[in-house]
């Protein structure tokens, strides 16, 4: 394959080395690629350089020396020239026999006379020489010679490097041999660990299945242990604790195991089962009479003056109401005296406070509306009398207008006038005032009181027994309540008034229908039977009033002179029923039909028709125009005044007018 080469020509091959390169220590790895082994060259370092010979063993100059120039290298290079020899030549020198002239002297060997396996793996080394200084005759002994002290030297002076080398491989033979033995350590500690959590993995399945039994006992003993056993806790805090939530919870657990020893009472007992039997009963007889202290402090508290009882029943009886349950199962009779003493109490503390409250009420200056102010009294010029006391006097009323008064009926203060304000009161008022006041403080204490005792005393009694409980606290309350109703109503000819309280009485039994309190229905039905029949009087009343001055006309028509100079203006009467009219209807707006104040209504009306009627016949009979007027006048001023108003009964009265208006617009 060289036989297209020629020296220099080849870009693509190494340098050669020089001839003072350092020799490696390590072998060199033989080539296949050589045809042929030759022996070891005189002279030179066996690990430096190998000596290859086509022929004979002359050849010190290695044929793999390449001519190839490596940029910037040191290395020696050789240069074609003009005369070189024929590279046909050479390797026919090279394949044939090699001259004996032009040549160095060297040592005859026996020609080589076959290839062998050792052939094949020998590396060629030519000593750094190209094949045009291998192949001439130019090669000398000097310049072996050369080569040999260079390649000594070299090796002296890498010696240190050697060394060096050497002690280096050593430490890294020290290091490894370290590493080995912590890593030999290591595998023998981890082979312990992991001896060690297998045995922690066995003994955490032997714990495992001890907590599994052990739950399994407990299961089954443990609601018997704690019903054989009291801890020395639950006797202390029964009865030394202090009462609070947290000595409700342990009474609560001594009822729970005192009742579940009566039921095993019934079967044959252990020793055990007899023994806590006795603490048991004397833990309760100790809670029984603390309860008993505490329950009675908390009354005797109600009775302290100027206590609002409401804070009291919240903070200290709602709060530890398990407690007269407790009391009530084990000791009823108890429980019942001090239900007893609590209904007595509180049955005081109402009549007390209300009485107190009726008191500074009945201070209130009041407008006297009386018989002078019935619809046909003759006097226009009606007296206004204001009974405060002894003491008349006040602003002037209209007995007929309905004005803002029901604004009590639409406001949304549903506070009552306290104490204080009523007696420092100098203001005039009409009798729904007192009456709303009372009766609004009333039905909210007592819906108070009605939740306390549903709270606090179910589900140890039932609700008909605490229904008895609250009448029997309320019935002397409620029986003031009425006498104030009676005392407002009794005398007075204030139809208005009487069916405001009317509508504020059923305004009072919706909201405590609302509020769910059926215990004052009672209350509430009294008054109604108080006030009904009242303003079914005073209703009466202006009947009678109005058909008696209808009685006083004289029966016979007046003159045509007498037509002339009466005025066909709206009669007094007219006036007042209409203004009348207007308030009952304002207060009737969501009244049913079936309601007395309709019937007396029908009634007053018919009779006011009556008077009109027989009015503009004795006045203007003569002048039948003038007569039908004056009634036009009547029926329009009514109309006028009750057009603003609503409801189903102010529509049929709009229209029963409208036709009387129409009936006499013809001829007038």
Known sequence: MWLDRRPGQHPGSAAPPPNNRSASPLPQRTSSRGPYLAPQRPGLNTRGSSALSLVSNDSSSSLLASAKKTNGSSLRQSSAVDDAPDPEEVLARILGQFPSSNTTQQPEAKPASGITEDDLDFDVDFGGLTLTELAGPEVSSRQVDNYKSQ???????????????????????DILSSVESNLTNFRNDLAAVSADIESLQARSEALN?????????????????????VSPLVITTIAEGHIDETWVKVLAEVDKRATAHKKNAQQPQSKALADVGPLLEKLILKAIGRIRDFLVAQIKALRS????????????????????????????????EICQAYMNTMRWYYLNQFTRYKQSLDKLKLHIIDKNDAMGHEDTSRRTTVLSGSKLGGAPHDAFSIGRRNELLKTKDQIAMSSYLADEDQTTHYLEVPFRNFNLALVDNATAEYTFLVAFFSPALSLSVISRHFTYIFDQTFALGQALTKQLVSDTYDGLGLLLCVRLNQHFAFELQRRRVPVVDGYINGTAMVLWPRLQSVMDAHCESVKTLTSALPNKAGSASQAKTASAAPHVVTQR?????????????????????????????????????????VQLGADARKRDRFLYNNYSLILTIISDVSGKLATEQQDHFESLKASVQENS
């Open 209 to 229: 299945v001890r907590l599994e039994n052990r739950k399994a006992v407990e299961k089954g003993l443990g609601p018997l242990v704690e019903e054989l056993s």
């Open 305 to 336: 003056p100027h206590i609002n009882a409401q804070i009291i029943q919240q903070q200290n009886f709602l709060r530890f109401k398990d407690l007269f349950a407790f009391l009530q199962k084990h000791q009823p009779t108890l429980a019942g």
């Open 151 to 173: 390649s000594v030297q070299d090796y002296e002076r890498d010696k240190a490097k050697f060394e060096d080398l050497h002690r280096s491989i050593r430490a890294c033979d």
């Open 577 to 617: 029923f209409g203004q009348f009219l207007h308030g009952v209807l304002a207060l009737s707006a969501e009244a049913g039909d079936d309601e007395p104040i309709v019937s007396s209504l029908h009634r007053l009306r018919i009779e006011v028709e009556a008077f009109l009627a027989k009015h503009s016949q």
